[in-house]
């Protein structure tokens, strides 16, 4: 799909000529197979999901346009794009949807694919990386701190070494501990 610009300066996306034999008829199939793609093949390109999404503005495909490239069988631009990983996971798409297609989980679904063929983005190596090197993502805010906010003064049962020992025997453990 390229972008250009109609006379009045509005970008407009326009859909290039998709050649049939590059299509891969088993990722519809796949995605279909799944328990978030039993409504994948009732959506009729409405664009509602895309009016509802915050961000969608800021994405080279939007929301309508993945789940059409799906139907369609195009495996390598939808594992690849970066719109995948960047989905906000507000579930407005999903909501809004009148065939109740579940885009924000079909999404889920491509990452995972995309994961499995190694198609992920540094950013989220990195968090993987942090995450088993650390047990948590987010330090926790000192017990002085939690004091002034009158939080409770500890984060009970907080086992990071627990943590670290699960997720070395998860796919995210093994994508961080191979990098
Ligand atoms: S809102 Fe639903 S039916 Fe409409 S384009 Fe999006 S996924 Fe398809
Ligand atoms: S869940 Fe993702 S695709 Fe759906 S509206 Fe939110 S950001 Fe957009």
């Given at each position: 799909m390229a972008e250009t610009k109609n006379k009045a300066g509005v970008p407009e996306t326009l859909i290039e000529p998709i050649?049939?034999?590059?299509?891969?008829?088993s990722f519809r199939n796949e995605i279909h197979s799944m328990p978030n793609g039993e409504e994948l093949s009732a959506c009729f390109a409405c664009s509602t999901c895309t009016a509802a999404c915050p961000i969608a503005n800021q994405w080279k495909y939007k929301p309508h346009q993945l789940i059409r490239m799906i139907i369609l069988g195009m495996r390598d631009e939808v594992l690849s794009s970066s719109e995948i990983w960047e989905c906000?996971?507000?579930?407005q798409c999903q909501e809004r949807c009148p065939q109740n297609v579940r885009v924000t989980d079909i999404f889920f679904d491509c990452k995972n694919l995309a994961s499995e063929r190694g198609d992920i983005p540094s950013s989220i190596v990195s968090l993987a990386k942090e995450l088993l090197e650390k047990g948590q993502l987010y330090q926790v805010t000192a017990d002085w701190e939690r004091e002034d906010l009158e939080l409770e003064p500890e984060v009970p049962g907080l086992s990071i070494e627990e943590v670290k020992s699960i997720l070395k025997n998860t796919r995210t453990g093994k994508i961080a501990g191979d990098e």
């Amino acid at each position: 799909m390229a972008e250009t610009k109609n006379k009045a300066g509005v970008p407009e996306t326009l859909i290039e000529p998709i050649e049939m034999s590059s299509l891969d008829a088993s990722f519809r199939n796949e995605i279909h197979s799944m328990p978030n793609g039993e409504e994948l093949s009732a959506c009729f390109a409405c664009s509602t999901c895309t009016a509802a999404c915050p961000i969608a503005n800021q994405w080279k495909y939007k929301p309508h346009q993945l789940i059409r490239m799906i139907i369609l069988g195009m495996r390598d631009e939808v594992l690849s794009s970066s719109e995948i990983w960047e989905c906000l996971t507000c579930f407005q798409c999903q909501e809004r949807c009148p065939q109740n297609v579940r885009v924000t989980d079909i999404f889920f679904d491509c990452k995972n694919l995309a994961s499995e063929r190694g198609d992920i983005p540094s950013s989220i190596v990195s968090l993987a990386k942090e995450l088993l090197e650390k047990g948590q993502l987010y330090q926790v805010t000192a017990d002085w701190e939690r004091e002034d906010l009158e939080l409770e003064p500890e984060v009970p049962g907080l086992s990071i070494e627990e943590v670290k020992s699960i997720l070395k025997n998860t796919r995210t453990g093994k994508i961080a501990g191979d990098e």
